[in-house]
Every structure is written in structure tokens, then in C-alpha cells.
């Protein structure tokens, strides 16, 4: 699991900001990772249910919807737990405690770079 038949990582970005979402998006595809995208977290588990090549879930913790960016890690973990899951937000501090096991969290803003050497480290790219 965790790659597409172009045999790139598949990251997928959770985030309803578009401006925010497509910015990381241009990133990590220039990471050289497959991108997806989902503006909430239904959106993203309906995503998951039909693409088992998903490597990372990047989410935004503050989202509209029936789940903010800490629930749908955990609902990740628990449907999925190979997948690794990247946490990102401007306004909630988290700590170790608050996502699943191996998750990790980026404060915004984060650098590009921080993003990408995240990810590569994650997936072992």
C-alpha cells in the first residue's frame, strides 16, 4: 500500500481553505508525490473508501463539517492504519497526546521545505 501506479507516494489534503488547499497541493506534487484533495472530512473518508494507494493524510484541523482534522485522524487510524497523518493549523496547538500514534503536527504557516521533508520522511522518499 502507499503508492499509485506511478509509483509516487499519495498524499491526501484535507482542507477547506482553496487557496491554502492549492498551495500545498503545487508543494507537495513538486515533492514528487501524488496529490488528492478534499475540502472536509466526509469528502476525505469517501475518498479513502475507493483509493487504497493512500500514503498520507495532510489535514487542517479546523474544518466545517461533520468532523474537525483531529476526528478524521482518528477515524483514519481506525479505518486505515498504515496511513500516516499530518496535522497542520494556525490556531490549536496540539501535542503528542492529541492525534493517533505516529501522527505529527505542523503549525501554520509552515515552510514549504518543513512540508516536504515531513512527508519524505513519513514515506521514506
Not at 66 to 92: E, N, Q, Y
Amino acid at each position: 500500500m502507499g503508492s499509485s501506479a506511478s509509483n509516487r507516494p499519495v498524499v491526501l489534503i484535507v482542507e477547506d481553505e482553496l487557496l491554502l488547499r492549492m498551495d500545498a497541493a503545487d508543494v507537495i506534487r513538486a515533492g514528487g508525490f501524488e496529490v488528492l484533495e478534499a475540502a472536509n472530512a466526509d469528502d476525505a473518508i469517501e475518498i479513502l473508501e475507493i483509493r487504497p494507494d493512500i500514503s498520507v493524510v495532510f489535514t487542517d484541523i479546523q474544518m466545517p463539517g461533520s468532523m474537525d482534522g483531529l476526528k478524521l485522524a482518528r477515524a483514519v487510524r481506525g479505518r486505515w492504519p498504515p496511513i500516516k497523518i499530518v496535522a497542520t493549523s494556525g490556531l490549536v496547538d496540539v501535542g503528542e497526546k492529541d492525534l493517533p500514534e505516529g501522527g505529527r503536527f505542523l503549525p501554520k504557516p509552515y515552510h514549504p521545505k518543513q512540508l516536504a521533508a515531513v512527508l519524505r520522511e513519513l514515506t521514506d522518499i
